[in-house]
T-cell receptor
Framework: AQSVSQHNHHVILSEAASLELGCNYSYGGTVNLFWYVQYPGQHLQLLLK??????LVKGIKGFEAEFIKSKFSFNLRKPSVQWSDTAEYFCAVTNTGGFKTIFGAGTRLFVKA | EAGVAQSPRYKIIEKRQSVAFWCNPISGHATLYWYQQILGQGPKLLIQ????????DSQLPKDRFSAERLKGVDSTLKIQPAKLEDSAVYLC???????????FGPGTRLTVT
């Protein structure tokens, strides 16, 4: 069955700590990969995306993610988090036609000032 | 650019009643999605429209849920009759032509008592 797994449901970090959120997927065929973020009181918004090409993609606010095809993973990273990064982060997968979107359960990140 | 609009923002109904949600996507976005997000879970795709045609409704509980997108612009999602387990946030999203990133609205929080 198609699925997206986010390993950590809750993460607490201090400011300036490094962040890595795991995302693994089970999905037949070639995929498009996304990370979305929902800041408190705001809509879900796109953080970054991977369609093809360089497996290391950079998004907004200093975030990046690496697609490792052999591991079916698309982990999100940021070298130094800020209090303003407190949010819920969702990994999502679609097929290359943009259909059959599946979201992970999300990871709540709390950054202590 | 105006974002995805949804109404109402909140709705409380009793079980067995009916309810309808409205969504107006970003102008020019051909693809429209409805998601159900239950507390503590990621969004679950209910239905995807391309213009005014349905391209995926495999996870829509068709015995009680229906959706339409007349004229290929705004859309309504209806639940009739509602059950307690339908309590969730209903998200609408849209995508531009030739793009698969999704732009989300604020959602409608439904409580079924």
């Amino acid at each position: 069955a198609q699925s997206v797994s986010q390993h950590n449901h809750h993460v607490i970090l201090s400011e300036a700590a490094s962040l890595e959120l795991g995302c693994n997927y089970s999905y037949g065929g070639t995929v498009n990969l996304f990370w979305y973020v929902q800041y408190p009181g705001q809509h879900l918004q796109l953080l970054l995306k991977y369609f093809s090409g360089d497996p290391l993609v950079k998004g907004i606010k200093g975030f990046e993610a690496e697609f490792i095809k052999s591991k079916f993973s698309f982990n999100l990273r940021k070298p130094s988090v800020q209090w303003s990064d407190t949010a819920e982060y969702f990994c999502a997968v679609t097929n290359t036609g943009g259909f059959k979107t599946i979201f992970g359960a999300g990871t709540r990140l709390f950054v202590k000032a | 650019e105006a974002g995805v609009a949804q109404s109402p923002r909140y709705k409380i109904i009793e079980k067995r009643q009916s309810v309808a949600f409205w969504c107006n996507p970003i102008s020019g976005h051909a693809t429209l999605y409805w998601y159900q997000q239950i507390l503590g879970q990621g969004p679950k795709l209910l239905i995807q429209f391309q213009n005014n045609g349905v391209v995926d409704d495999s996870q829509l509980p068709k015995d009680r849920f229906s959706a339409e997108r007349l004229k290929g612009v705004d859309s309504t999602l209806k639940i009739q009759p509602a059950k307690l387990e339908d309590s969730a946030v209903y998200l609408c999203a849209s995508s531009p032509p030739r793009g698969h990133e999704q732009y989300f609205g604020p959602g409608t929080r439904l409580t079924v008592t």
